[in-house]
């Protein structure tokens, strides 16, 4: 569900929305140490990707913006618990693309915002359902123009918070 609501050609019909205002608020938390966030001003230049696949893992949620040299990996965890050097996987295989995106970030998502147990050196971002969602989606649920589209978030919202 979340992948499909950054995914700006989603069915949704929100376009940029849900993208900009998430990655925004990652920004806005960690204001010294997210990267730059490329322009929002066209909805082709993003890629947003479910499980995609690396050699040695599969990314939860990928987002890329290659024009603007800016990628973001987000690993979802409810109920579950990171595999062995999942963030560092992932770390790396970001690192290994640096030449490609100048910017990028590493997205730790739980329940609460936990701390990884395997990034190790590579810098990550803990984002959590219970405030960061759930905040992110309050703030954005007045934006949006399909009252249907509205009334979906606002029942997501509502359980972000209460995870």
Known sequence: FLCNLLDPRSSHGQGLLFLKTFLEHCANHYPDEFPKLPEFDDPNKWLVFSEFHISNGRIDILIQNPQGSFICVVENKVDAYEGSKQLERYGEWIKEHESIYHHSALCYLTKRGDQSLT???????????????????????????????AAVVHQYQAIAVKI
């Open 119 to 149: 990034a190790e050196k590579y810098k990550y971002f803990r984002i959590s359902y219970h405030e960061d969602i759930a905040e992110w989606l309050e703030d954005v649920i007045p934006q949006i123009q399909a009252p249907g589209v």
